[in-house]
Nanobody, 119 residues
Framework: QVQLVESGGGLVPAGGSLRLSCAAS????????MAWFRQAPGKERAFVAL????????HYADSEKGRFTISKDNAKNTVYLQMNSLKPEDTAVYYC????????????WGQGTQVTVSS
């Protein structure tokens, strides 16, 4: 079993920055893929970025490229999402997720952290 706990959300003015953290515990393995998703009010959950625990390779949604950076600290079992140049449309609940090798879906989810960007 894997537990994911997000933190770092809050209220920030447009153009500001936030860094989200996702602390993983339990049977987390180096072969997992970690990701951030977000869900805005009235919208479906959307992919933001992912990172491989083992290789560190990353992938981003097109709308976040250049503004958001996903990173990890293996020693702390923590994944980060650095968000810069925030826009009001970035307002959402941000979720951390973990996917086991060969799994088609993300297997574990955190409880989410609210990010609100004021205009």
């Amino acid at each position: 079993q894997v537990q994911l706990v997000e933190s770092g959300g809050g209220l920030v003015p447009a153009g500001g920055s936030l860094r989200l953290s996702c602390a993983a515990s339990g049977d987390i393995f180096n072969s997992y893929v970690m990701a951030w998703f977000r869900q805005a009010p009235g919208k479906e959950r959307a992919f933001v970025a992912l990172i491989s625990w083992s290789s560190g390779s990353t992938h981003y949604a097109d709308s976040e490229k250049g503004r958001f950076t996903i990173s990890k600290d293996n020693a702390k079992n923590t994944v980060y999402l650095q968000m810069n140049s925030l826009k009001p449309e970035d307002t959402a609940v941000y979720y951390c997720a973990a996917r086991k090798p060969f799994s088609k879906e993300f297997d574990y989810w955190g409880q989410g952290t609210q990010v609100t960007v004021s205009s």
